[in-house]
């Protein structure tokens, strides 16, 4: 490979700034947005908490932001800048990068409320990364779901221009396994192809559950069936922990 495209095949990071610094410069540039949608989520769904207990939710949020968005980018800058020249990110969609919003009996969705972060973060993405495809990892159903919510602005929608429909992926689609004590899924987890063994340890491991089983397996298949395409899992689940690319977002 010659060095023109060995250049363009990586992310150019100006020699006067780390990666660090580009992604602390990128959170600064969108801290106050973020600030202020937070506020205003925190006042309403603590509007019964004193503003002491108010105030320390709103910092724990903050920083559970802040977390999501530079841990996110720094997985993508390390890995389509030092070794992948193309890759995927998928994200869990229910409390990752919002909440559902439920009708007074709590048994329909009537909307999605998105976290402060996730659409400046998802546009981000789009565009600093153009070969990094973004999409679900999800428990959603694909079709007559998630996929149907991305073309309706009161759900999904804000996301469609950011999501690759091809890389939305549901557990609903994967044949359930069956049942593993916590040693079997110990394990399952020595053999799979995306976890960090080194970060393996038994003494810490406390079992995984059937949703986080089914995106593993889903994970694998990917793995599988293209092993040069590396993939980035957010998910407020544990299981990213474990994964040589994962994220763990704080719950929203």
């Known amino acids: 490979m010659n060095s023109h495209s060995e250049r363009s095949s990586r992310i150019d990071v100006p020699p006067n700034k780390t990666r660090e610094e580009n992604v602390d410069e990128f959170w600064f540039s969108i801290q106050a947005e973020v600030e202020t949608a937070l506020r205003k989520y925190v006042k309403e769904r603590y509007r019964a908490y004193d503003p002491e207990e108010q105030e320390e939710n709103y910092r724990e949020a903050l920083a559970g932001e802040e977390a999501l968005v530079k841990e996110t980018l720094m997985k993508a800058e390390r890995m389509l800048g030092e070794r992948a020249t193309q ?4 994200f869990d969609v229910d409390n990752t990068l919002g909440r559902a919003a439920y009708d007074s009996e709590g048994e329909n969705i ?18 600093k990364f153009p070969s990094l495809a973004i999409g679900f990892l999800t428990t959603r159903g694909r079709q007559g779901g998630v996929l149907d919510q991305l073309r309706q602005q009161d759900f999904l929608g804000p996301m469609s221009p950011y999501v690759d429909e091809r890389e939305v992926y ?3 689609d994967v044949p359930e396994r069956d049942s593993m004590d916590v040693e079997g899924e110990y394990n399952y987890l020595t053999r799979h ?3 960090d063994q ?4 038994p003494e810490n491991f406390y079992g995984l559950t059937p949703g986080e089983i089914s995106k593993l397996e889903i994970l694998k298949n990917l793995h599988e069936r293209a092993p040069a395409i590396s993939t ?10 474990y994964l040589k690319n994962g994220v763990r977002a704080k719950y929203f």
């Open 170 to 172: 549901s557990t609903r």
């Open 193 to 195: 192809p995306d976890v």
């Open 198 to 201: 080194a970060v393996l340890n």
């Open 110 to 127: 009537i909307g999605f409320s998105f976290r402060p972060a996730a659409l400046f973060l998802l546009r981000h993405l789009k565009e």
């Open 87 to 90: 890759g995927r990110i998928l």
């Open 232 to 241: 980035i899992v957010v998910d407020d689940q544990s299981f990213p922990q």
